[in-house]
Each structure stands twice: as C-alpha cells, then as structure tokens.
C-alpha cells in the first residue's frame, strides 16, 4: 500500500491530453495495484478517454500529457491552469517539448506546408513549447514515457504537498550503480553523460542506448564528455543530432527545478 492519504473530500483530479501519443496514460494503466490504491485517495473527474470536458469545475490537480503545438491548445492549457490549484506536466512532450520539437527544426510555413499541404494556412499551427513555456508548471515528470515508479512518486508528492525535484545527473550514474556494461565499450553512441537520471537507466538496463528523453542535466560535466568524444572518435554532431530528438525545445528556463 502506498502512504497516500486518505480523507473525506478527496482531491478532485483530472488528466488532459495535448500533443502526444498518449503513450504517457498508459505508464499511468501500468501502475497496477497502485493506481488502485490512489484512486482509492482521489476523485478522478475529468479524462478525456472516457468523459468530456466539463469547464464549470475546478480542480485539486491537473495532470497533463503532450506538447502545446497550436493556439487552441494555448488557450485551452490557459483555461485549465486557471481552474487548478496543481499542475503536473508528465512526459516529455509536456515537460520538455519531447519528439514534438523536431517540428522546430524547420520553418513553420515549410512544415505546414508538407503536413497539410497547399491550404495549409487553414490549419493552425505554432511552434511547439513545452507546458511551462505557456503557463506555470508546479510537477514535472519527465520521459518518454515516464518512468512508473517516478510518475507515483510524483502524484504521492502533489496529493500530500510536498515538493518533488527532477534529478539533475546523469543516466550514468543510475547505470553504473546497475553495472551495465558501457555501450560506448561496444562502439555505440549513447546520450547517457548529458541526460538527467532518474528512470534508473531504463533502457540502457534493456540493451539499448539512452535517447536522451528526460532532457539535459543543467551543469553537464564537459570536459568528461569531451573525452568520452574523442576516446571513442565520435562527430560532435552526430552526438548533438541524436540529443536533438527530444531537446529541440531548449530556449528558456527549461523548469524542471
Ligand atoms: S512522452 Fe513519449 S510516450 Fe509520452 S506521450 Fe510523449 S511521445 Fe508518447
Ligand atoms: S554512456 Fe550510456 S551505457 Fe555508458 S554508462 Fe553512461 S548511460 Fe550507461
Ligand atoms: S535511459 Fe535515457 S532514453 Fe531511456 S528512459 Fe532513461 S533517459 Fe530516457
């Protein structure tokens, strides 16, 4: 059991979905007996995957998944963020523009354009930004998707008050404690050295690489990463472009405090 509490008025939560592939929601189904036991802790009003939004309520907790990539959806985080006393961005969509910003990459009337082709100014579209670059973000959860015990971790934290901070080192550090063997060892790139942990090197601990999809550590240990670089010969860009699938949205605070 977790140490959720449990009171009378329990705290009115709600999920909304941006920008996304919804992958976020389902790492929220897999966490098992504890969702249950959460939900036992609060009142889930508003999910769009099976209710419609209701604008006359307010909220204990917002919990949001997806990038902010058109007007609507500004004005429409606006309104929620208006309507709750927490707001949690989850996902890296939401918590750092995610695989979303690769769209920033290119000129917006360019990208339209082979999207929607030659009406494309009928649709709407604007560069895309994570959460707290449009409204202030109270949780972050970062990954994509999020790792499930730090997404509880999360919730347990903004159900009961007390703050909750991103870890600001490297993968590596997480991988290292799980005595995986480098993947640089085996000749093969990965963004662990320059990515915040966190996720317990999750997909280092599976065989692959780190993509870097919980964003950058703020002070990343430069002259490590050089060396790592040059011991193993590898183009800076080719390191940078990687980094690039999920951190294209790196202007301002990047809020994960
Ligand atoms: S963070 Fe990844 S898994 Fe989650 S909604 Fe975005 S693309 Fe999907
Ligand atoms: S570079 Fe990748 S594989 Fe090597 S220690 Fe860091 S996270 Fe692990
Ligand atoms: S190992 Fe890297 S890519 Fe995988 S979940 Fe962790 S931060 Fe994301």
């Not at 992958?23 to 009142?43: F, K, P, R, T, Y």
């Not at 009003?45 to 209701?54: A, G, P, T």
């Not at 429409?76 to 709750?84: C, H, P, Q, V």
């Not at 991103?166 to 993968?171: A, G, L, Q, R, T």
Request: with cysteine.
């Amino acid at each position: 059991m977790t140490d959720v509490p449990k009171t009378a008025v329990r705290p009115k939560v709600a999920f909304f979905d941006f920008a996304c592939c919804e992958g976020c929601q389902l790492q929220v189904a897999n966490l098992g007996e504890s969702l249950l036991d959460i939900l036992g802790a609060i009142d889930v009003v508003e999910f769009r995957e099976v209710m419609s939004e209701k604008w006359d309520k307010d909220y204990d907790v917002a919990i949001i998944e997806g990038s902010i990539t058109d007007s609507h959806a500004e004005e429409r985080i606006k309104k929620i963020r208006a309507r709750s006393k927490v707001l949690i961005a989850y996902g890296a969509c939401a918590a750092i523009g995610g695989v979303n910003g690769m769209k920033n990459s290119f000129q917006l009337d360019e990208i339209r354009g082979y999207v929607y082709g030659k009406d494309y100014k009928f649709f709407d579209s604007t560069k895309t930004r994570p959460v707290h670059q449009v409204v202030k973000v109270d949780y972050f959860v970062n990954g994509c998707p999020v790792y499930p015990p730090e997404l509880l971790e999360v919730l347990k934290c903004a159900l009961r008050g007390l703050p909750y901070t991103v870890p600001d080192n490297p993968v590596c550090s997480e991988c290292k404690l799980n005595e995986n063997v480098c993947m640089y060892e085996r000749g093969v790139a990965c963004m662990g050295p320059w990515t915040k942990a966190g996720c317990n090197s999750w997909c280092v601990n599976n065989g692959n690489i780190c993509y870097g999809c919980r964003g950058e550590v703020r002070n990343p240990a430069k002259n490590a990463a050089q060396d790592v670089i040059g011991r193993f010969n590898l183009n800076p860009e080719t390191v940078r472009g990687k980094f690039d699938m999920y951190n294209k949205c790196k202007e301002g605070d990047n809020g994960n405090k």
